[in-house]
């Protein structure tokens, strides 16, 4: 009896061991895990700095700036009434909203509660100071205020804008950055070496000849917005090229440029890019007062006979994006519904042959007014733009294989205005630098360059400019792009590249647009 009483107790120990054993190594695997874990988090801790560059600093002075570069940097510093979405739609900045009054009246909440970097406080006399600097000296902004004749402060959070005629969509016009006048007032307004103060997400904390230290506002009034990067530092070059090449070697992290041959510069491996439809904008006008492109079926015929792509490809070796509208590169009211060139011959064909065109001779020809005529244009380029002629060559032969005469005629830049100022033109290749604006009345207002009228454009021009429901704004500008397209009363060519160049190791969603290509950069850490 008693040897199975210390059998039972053996059998017992023995369990006990095992246990206490099984937990031991079990407890012994988790503090192993917990500091593989930890030292894995130590590894990846994220790097909340970043390296910015520019080229030739003229000032750190948003208005007396020339240079893109700068403009773009002091974007992070300075703040404006109204801001730039990614997608290019106007959103509250310094502003809180704005409406109009009347049709030249506009009256604009500022936002309270908003601090200089420096602790002041942000109101309505700062406005009224950057207005009345714009109005007195010349700047990249001036333009923005051209039909502003007068700035009325209501209160320290509320001003109003006097225009002289209307202007559609007009906040879009207040994305000129504001400056401290408590600041200037006591600063040489002039002077470039000034350490500037703000109400952007960073301040200027240190300014060297070649160094410029960037780090986050704590006054920033958007307390809603996580600001993960911490510190950016800015690399002050002589050139564009010595900027390039201190990227190259990893010395900044991000640049970005409108430069086609930005990879003889930075090479071709090592960082990633985002590429994007870009602000220049190409297209032919058709003056649809003009005896043959009156008619609708010459002016489809001459849009179907015109390949795009052939363009890109042996003018631009396809470093620009075909266009098939203006608004098409990006902008919140248009996503591009087709992705084709529009190029079809054959349908060019059937659309002359079913309205009485007769392919002759290798040409279309048609009895008009008791006399044979045949679709011959004269297109005007500018003498001065080796690219517009090597584009124009390029459509004339493309036109010439569909029958279609084109005779290219190279104008003086003086001559060129003249013909665009008066409309007397067959065909005119046009280029513009496109705003983040939305009105149109360059293409479909009152006077435009293809002397084009339609009601129901006319009626949709009026709807969008009257109205703030974004929906309404979205359905009218698909359905002005649909009779863009189908009148054709222009001919949207091509758009240039905008390339965003950036290290490898940078993480976060690169919105970035050609307005302002550190859209978003608070949220990217490395």
């Known amino acids: 009896m008693k040897s199975n009483i210390f059998k039972y107790i053996f059998i017992i120990f023995v369990i006990i061991i095992v246990i206490v054993a099984f937990f031991v190594i079990r407890n012994n695997e988790n503090e192993q895990q917990a500091g ?49 979405s990614s997608d290019y739609k106007a959103i509250p900045a310094l502003s809180t909203e704005w409406a109009k009054q009347d049709a030249t009246t506009y009256i604009i909440k500022l936002r309270e509660n908003v601090k200089w970097s420096n602790g002041e406080r942000f109101t309505s006399a700062d406005v009224q100071f950057t207005y009345d600097k714009l109005k007195e000296n010349s700047s990249i902004y001036s333009s923005n205020l051209e039909h502003v004749t007068m700035l009325e402060v209501v209160d320290d959070y509320t001003v109003k804008m006097y225009l002289d005629q209307e202007i559609p969509f007009f906040e879009y016009y207040l994305t000129f950055p504001i400056l401290s006048k408590t600041f200037y007032d006591t600063q040489d307004y002039y002077n470039t070496g000034i350490v500037p103060v703000g109400t952007g997400k960073y301040k200027v904390d240190s300014v060297q000849e070649n160094f410029i230290t960037l780090t986050k506002n704590i006054n920033w009034w958007d307390r809603d917005t996580e600001i993960t990067i911490e510190k950016i530092n800015v690399n002050v070059y ?5 900027l390039y090449n201190a990227f190259k070697l990893g010395n900044v ?23 994007i ?38 003018v631009f070796q396809n470093k620009y994006y075909t266009s098939s509208f203006p608004l098409d590169y990006g902008s919140w009211v248009y996503q591009e519904q087709d992705a084709s ?12 042959s079913e309205n009485g065109w007769s392919y002759r001779s290798g040409t279309w020809q048609k009895t008009i007014n008791r006399r ?32 279609i005469i084109i005779n290219i005629q190279q104008y003086s830049d003086e001559q060129y205005n003249i013909a665009i100022k008066n409309k007397s033109y067959d065909m005119i290749l046009c280029s513009m630098n496109l705003s983040p604006n939305l009105d149109m009345s360059l293409f479909f207002g009152d006077g435009n360059l ?48 905008y390339t965003i160049a950036y290290n490898t190791e940078l993480v976060g969603e690169i919105n970035s647009n050609w307005f302002n290509p550190f859209c978003g950069i608070e949220t990217w850490y490395k």
Do not use: W
């Open 277 to 314: 439809k870009g602000r220049e904008h190409d297209f032919i006008v058709l003056n649809t007062q003009n005896e043959l492109l009156a008619n609708q079926e010459v002016r489809k015929a001459i849009s179907y006979s015109i390949d795009k792509n052939n363009i890109v490809s042996n």
């Open 238 to 242: 002589d050139s564009v090229g010595e």
């Open 450 to 497: 293809a002397n084009y009228t339609n009601e129901e454009v006319t009626n949709l021009m009026n709807e969008v400019k009257n109205t703030t429901d974004e929906e309404t704004i979205k359905k009218d500008y698909v359905r002005l792009a649909e009779i863009y397209k189908t009148d054709i009363p222009y001919i949207s060519l091509y758009t240039n590249k």
């Open 372 to 403: 044979t005529r045949r679709i011959e244009l004269n297109l005007i380029v500018k003498a001065s733009n080796s690219t517009q002629i090597s584009v124009a060559e390029n459509i004339k032969t493309q036109l010439a294989n569909q029958g």
């Open 36 to 84: 593989e874990e930890t030292a894995t988090n130590t590894n990846e801790e994220i790097v909340k700095e970043i390296r910015l560059g520019m080229a030739q600093c003229d000032t750190l002075n948003p208005l007396l700036t020339t240079n893109k570069n700068v403009q773009d940097i002091t974007k992070l510093v300075y703040e404006p009434l109204v801001d730039i």
């Open 253 to 275: 992290d991000l640049v970005s440029t409108s430069n086609t041959n930005i990879q003889e510069y930075i090479g071709t491996i090592g960082y990633s890019t985002k590429e």
């Open 341 to 352: 060139s529009g190029y079809n011959p054959e349908q060019a064909n059937q659309l002359l």
